[in-house]
């Protein structure tokens, strides 16, 4: 049920079952990994197990129910209990007392019920507020405030600190006895993509747990379930997202399949044998005349997993370890033309142009010279 | 009808049910308890103490017995009694004598306004008024200042205990007001000797390789390792050993670092590609899997250089291993081999594929090919494999053996600095003065000279630059050259620039003219590609122009540089 609304990492679903069992749930988790994994996802079904009103045990799991009232109103983050914390823009006062949603005007509280709302459908949502979000001092109070109150439900009390490498000095320091010496059944779990952005006297009170990127398949049966593409697609972009859905969402919407077919255009006419210039700089231009930076990013990291697959098939031709297994038969040909030669190099330097693409450069100039790098690279055995 | 899962918690983090009641239960701070038990003995105490050192290793347990063992009404050898009804009230936080402030949250002027109030008074059923102020080092510069009147004229009832993990942030007329104690990270041995105790009592099984794994991963701090321990102890259950252990923890089997080192040898690309992508298949964090690549390669030199294995750290288990593997590499190779994974460490992080520059970098490692001459690069290397995994960390096993001496010496240095009023910070201070500098200038060879241990210093601080490491540093006078032979280097050189700087005016005390060059091995191949793009646009010829502009008021330094190498890029710090 619960549980599995949630992508992979099945051994840490296991263990956190098993704490909840043998009632070895710690005072503080820190969960960390890369961004757009679940482990907000993790954190909050945790917290709505330990306060489901009906839980669903097995021998080996326990799970919620999803139906209880207490479940309904932790998913629509309206549970006395669960308390989930994510950082906030500034408030128009610096009163340190008055709580951190009081400060803000009726827009970005607005934004925020709406951020919730997405949230809500789709635990991988990523809240994302303007302005300058940090989690301030006026949210730790409140924390403390809440805790200090004489709990009324039955349940444990649980706050999910979403990114909480984003603590301001002062709120993480005086967060750290909250930490250590918590009232009664209270849970508290940090969240961090940045876990060395956080105070070791923090990440040391907690029992931290490592989330592993996700497999290329959770973020292919993600992105048709969540964003209803076509699995081809999922796929290309799946892997280029490094197990992460916030990365795929990057790509969503980027039409990835055409992008993937003009770039291979244009390596197929970089690399004929002789009059390719005019063309060449033509289909540049054509790339990169929205001056769409992001496009041309995304254009460079296909290329580039091109590249990495030529080099995976030119080790073991019968690998299947690629991530273009479309492109298969035009690598093989790719490599008996140009055997041989140091693709490694090649991969390197897409990198570093993908590197100064943000950087204020000229990106027609940016993309040619790299093209000819590669024509360069490649032509040296034969030339 | 609700039915809550039943969570009232019998659980209590080890962390807190293996607090130390008394100075003998602290690990490794004998050189701390053995002087208060003195202090509190021959009745000479000190108004305010300061208990400084990184976290988890005993600081507020420390404060809170020495608390207890003053206002305890039948103390044991200067140890608190723990039954007393002062030690009661203590232990239960209703102390009227005992105030423990978190200084985090109350670190303003009026928090501390409120104390000053309430320390005149005496103490109600105690000798003494004892405030503890934990995380002191956050309390606001008029806090301190207000804590400091106090400090000047302290009532004769009133002692102060201040912790911090960041002595650097209290101010020096605070910290020469009190009588300060360093406690230090605890070393593996005693780590590992006390989880198993923590372990017998838990009924819990847990080999040796486990124990001493948790103890190395927790950098010195007997609660992350309290952490950890129950972080494992959930994941596996009653029975724990290595291989369930690295699940629990993600940890890199060591296997595999052995497996790469094979395929080095043996220039198996296929096997590194197998490798990649079982390191993806796992979700091992790249980054990680890099440092433990290059800790491995460490240790095989360290064996190769040293012939035994007393110097590397890794569990006995994998010493014949690691002689087995020293057999198979040259010294020349080894050293190629960590400056390429030093490298690749390093732009990883900025990678926008992580997994392909991991890939490759495998498959460059057993492509290396060792025949060509790399003298160049070794005096480069030395330094790098010079490093030790963590440099801050000492971990000193005979200390204990030669307690009273070293106590003693430790003390009075620590009285001398307080009375000399120059606190650890002020390390600038002390620079400045080793420095000789006539006319404001500091030539070149001092600059020479000093370069090593500023590196030393900065390479691997709080905000640090290891990137430091991979410049060649030219010396002029009052002036510093970083050269890099890389883009990757070089942006990340400029990206730190700031902090570089800053860095240098602490260290040499004074402004220095500090520049940034990037000259590419790769420089011929670039002309020759910007030739070849010359009829594309605009955008060459005003890059052109720009250089000569610049050209125009170059530093003298620069002109050297140019003529030296003929380069072409020149950033300056304004
Ligand atoms: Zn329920
Ligand atoms: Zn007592």
Not at chain 2, 243 to 270: M, V, W
């Amino acid at each position: 049920m619960g549980w599995d609304r949630i992508y992979g990492h099945s051994k840490i679903k296991e263990i956190l079952q098993g704490a909840i069992m043998q009632k070895r749930i710690p005072n503080a988790y820190l969960f960390w990994g890369i961004e757009g994994i679940g482990k907000e996802a993790v954190a909050l079904q945790l917290a709505k197990v330990l306060n489901c009103e009906s839980p669903i045990f097995t021998k080996n799991t326990v799970d919620s129910c999803d139906l209880c009232k207490s479940c309904r109103s932790a998913d629509n983050f309206q549970h006395p209990n669960i308390k989930f914390i994510f950082p906030l823009p500034a408030g128009k006062t610096e009163d340190k007392e008055a709580s951190p949603i009081a400060k803000l005007n009726d827009e970005q509280i607005a934004q925020i019920r709406e951020q919730l709302a997405l949230k809500s459908n789709n635990p991988y949502h990523q809240i994302k507020l303007s302005g300058n979000c940090q989690i301030r001092i006026s949210s730790v109070r409140e924390i403390k405030k809440d805790l200090s109150l004489t709990q009324t439900l039955g349940g444990v009390r649980c706050i999910v600190i979403s990114k909480a490498d984003e603590m301001t000095a002062e709120s993480a320091n005086a967060f750290l006895k909250t930490l250590e010496e918590p009232s009664q059944n209270t849970l508290i779990i940090l969240i961090s993509s940045r876990r060395d952005e956080i105070l070791q006297t923090i990440r040391s009170r907690c029992q931290q747990i490592y989330f592993h990127q996700l497999d290329d398949n959770d973020i292919i049966n993600y992105l048709i379930k969540y964003h209803n593409i076509s699995e081809k697609e999922a796929a290309i972009i799946a892997s280029i997202s490094q197990g992460s859905i916030t990365k795929a969402m990057e790509f969503l919407d980027k039409d990835m399949l055409n992008l993937k077919e003009e770039v291979i255009n244009l390596l197929r006419n970089a690399l004929k044998k002789k009059i390719y210039r005019m063309e060449l700089i033509e289909r540049i231009n054509n790339l990169v005349k929205e001056k769409d930076r992001g496009k041309i990013e995304n254009a460079l990291i296909i290329l580039q997993l091109w590249f990495q697959d030529a080099i995976r098939i030119s080790i073991d031709p019968n690998t299947d370890y690629v991530v273009n297994y479309d492109q298969k038969d035009i690598i093989m040909k790719f490599l008996s033309n140009f055997s041989n030669t140091e693709l490694d190099l090649i991969v390197l330097k897409i990198e570093e142009a993908i590197n100064d693409i943000y950087k204020n450069v000229n990106l027609q100039l940016l993309l040619t010279t790299l093209f000819l790098y590669i024509r360069k690279i490649l032509f040296s055995n034969k030339l | 009808m609700s039915k809550n899962i039943d969570t009232q918690k019998e659980f209590i983090v080890t962390a807190l049910k293996w607090r130390p009641q008394k100075f003998s239960d602290i690990i490794c701070q004998e050189h701390i308890s053995i002087t208060l038990k003195n202090a509190i003995k021959n009745n000479r105490l000190h108004h305010a103490y300061l208990f400084s050192g990184p976290r988890g290793i005993g600081k507020t347990t420390t404060a809170r017995i020495l608390a207890r063992a003053i206002n305890c009404l039948s103390p044991i050898d200067s140890e608190p009694c723990n039954e007393c009804q002062n030690c009661k009230n203590i232990l239960e936080g209703r102390s009227l004598d005992v105030i423990e402030i978190d200084g985090a949250s109350n670190n303003s002027v009026d928090d501390i306004r409120t104390l000053r109030e309430n320390a005149k008074y005496p103490p109600s059923q105690a000798n003494y008024k004892i405030y503890i102020i934990d995380e002191v080092h956050m309390l606001s510069n008029s806090a301190f200042n207000a804590l400091l009147k106090i400090l000047e004229e302290p009532p004769i009832h009133l002692l102060f205990i201040f912790a911090t993990t960041e002595i650097h942030k209290v101010p020096a007329t605070i910290l020469s007001r009190c009588q300060r104690f360093d406690f230090r990270r605890i070393d593996i041995n005693s780590i590992v000797n006390h989880l198993r105790k923590i372990a017998q009592n838990d009924k819990i099984n847990i080999d040796d390789e486990s124990l001493f794994t948790i103890a190395k991963k927790s950098d010195g701090s007997m609660r992350d390792a309290q952490s950890l321990y129950d972080q494992v102890v959930a994941f596996c259950g009653n029975e724990i050993n290595y291989a369930s252990l690295s699940d629990s923890l993600n940890l890199i089997d060591p296997d595999f670092y052995f497996t790469i080192s094979s395929a080095t040898k043996e220039k198996n690309i296929k096997k590194m590609l197998e490798i990649s992508r079982e390191v993806n298949r796992r979700g091992y964090n790249l980054h990680d899997c890099l440092n433990g690549l290059l800790e491995h390669f460490r240790n095989i030199l360290t064996i190769k250089a040293t012939g035994n294995t007393s110097l590397i750290d890794a569990s006995m288990d994998f010493h014949n291993k690691y002689i087995a593997e020293a057999e198979k590499f040259t010294k020349e190779d080894l050293l190629r081999i960590l400056q390429h994974l030093n490298i690749n460490e390093q732009s990883i992080r900025y990678a926008s594929q992580p997994r392909l520059r991991f890939e490759i970098a495998l498959i460059q490692l057993a492509a290396m090919d060792n025949a060509v001459s790399i003298q160049s690069l070794i005096e480069e290397l030395k330094k790098i494999t010079e490093i030790p995994n963590k440099p801050e960390i000492k971990y000193n096993n005979s200390d204990t053996k030669t307690l009273p001496t070293s106590v003693k010496s430790h003390i009075s240095t620590q009285i001398q600095d307080a009375d000399k009023k120059i606190p650890d910070i002020s390390q600038k201070e002390s620079k400045e003065n080793e420095i000789t500098i006539k006319n404001n200038i500091i030539n070149a060879d001092i600059l020479k000279n000093n370069w090593d241990s500023f590196v030393e210093k900065y390479a691997y601080s709080k905000y640090k630059v290891p990137i430091i490491k991979q410049a060649k540093p030219i010396f002029f006078d009052n002036t510093i050259i970083l050269i890099a032979d890389n883009n990757f280097i070089f942006e990340n050189l400029i990206t730190n620039k700031n902090l570089i700087k800053q860095y240098i005016v602490d260290f040499f005390g004074q402004n220095i003219d500090f520049k940034i060059q990037l000259i590419e091995e790769e420089t011929k191949l670039n002309t020759t590609i910007q030739q070849e793009n010359h009829n594309l646009g605009p955008e060459n010829s005003s890059h052109k122009a720009l250089t000569d502009k610049e050209n125009s008021n170059l530093h003298p330094a620069e002109v050297k540089l140019i003529e030296l190498f003929n380069a072409q890029k020149l950033i300056s710090n304004d």
